[in-house]
Nanobody, 124 residues
Framework: QAQLVEFGGGLVQAGGSLRLSCAASGIPFSRYAMAWFRQAPGEEREFVAGITWSGDSTNYVDSVKGRFTISRDIAKNTVYLQMNSLKPEDTAVYYC?????????????????WGQGTQVTVSS
């Protein structure tokens, strides 16, 4: 059974850093594109970052470019989101997601598997 398990959320002051991890099982990880989405209270779910199944290309929402880095370790079946220079507006529940395909897409409806979500809170 496919499963994505997230780690690394928490409370941090503005300007600080967090590293999220998402461990996948039950899927051919190297043939799935991976992504991170986030959702703040009262807001729509938002694409944050994505990575191709080979790890050779990444994509980010404009608001996190230069601050966040997505990466994957195929041998460990794990995708990461390194978040630096965090801002209060980054506060949200973060979800990792997987889809069978070479490239990531930015719409959450087409992703087949989801992590449980992890809360990231950035204080001002």
């Amino acid at each position: 059974q496919a499963q994505l398990v997230e780690f690394g959320g928490g409370l941090v002051q503005a300007g600080g850093s967090l590293r999220l991890s998402c461990a996948a099982s039950g899927i051919p990880f190297s043939r799935y594109a991976m992504a991170w989405f986030r959702q703040a209270p009262g807001e729509e779910r938002e694409f944050v970052a994505g990575i191709t199944w080979s790890g050779d290309s990444t994509n980010y929402v404009d608001s996190v470019k230069g601050r966040f880095t997505i990466s994957r370790d195929i041998a460990k079946n794990t995708v990461y989101l390194q978040m630096n220079s965090l801002k209060p507006e980054d506060t949200a529940v973060y979800y990792c997601a997987a889809r069978p395909g070479a490239v990531e897409v930015t719409t959450w409806e087409v992703y087949d598997h989801w992590g449980q979500g992890t809360q990231v809170t950035v204080s001002s």
